[in-house]
């Protein structure tokens, strides 16, 4: 059920099946962002209803990568909002950028497209790095895909960070490589992230529980660890 993690920061819990279901977070600072969006058909509505909020209420979507179990629920709702996503995986939710077929992970976003596609109707916005979107501010944290994003609410003190980090027993590891495009390039990301963001409270990973608290030595120790 919707968790609240701190004032105007939710819990939309729809990883109800590890590792194949993902989190969507809403925060509400006076607009309303719902971060990411999980799987086909996982309750996204429910969810958001649990938290006081209806579909009509979204004023945005930040997306921090194109992958089904984070975009999917994008589909079950009649948003009426622009979504965005980092210039990388926009264009591969797009098909403006066509991954190669001989990576592991290109050939099952070839496949996943072919399956699943985004709402015709959605207004899909490419973000950069170091771009501001209302109170956020935009990472650009490659390795798990090309595009991924991680995003900053500055008075917030909270991180999205999708699949830049999952929490898994307590502890914050990387994505496992074959959910991940370059796990080199994924590391680097994790050490660039954690030195560069400010100071953090909430984390909030793509998968598996939200760390509450104390955020930032959360994610320096992992960066030491990865060193
Ligand atoms: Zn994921």
Redo the contacts with the bound molecule.
Sequence with gaps: MADRLADGVWLLDLDRVPVFG?NAFLVDDGEVTLVDAGLPRAGLGDELAAAGYAPADVDRVLLTHY?L??VGGLGDLALDAPAYAGARDAALATGAYDPPWLHHKGAFHRLARRLWSLPADLELRSVDDGQRVGAFTVYHTPGHNPGHVAYVHDGLDVGLL??LVWEVDGDLTP?EWW?SYDVARLHESIRTFAGAAPSLSVLCP??GDPIVGGGSARLTDLATRLA
Excluded: C, I, Q, T
């Design positions: 993902a992958d179990d984070h999708g699949d994505p959910d793509g998968h």
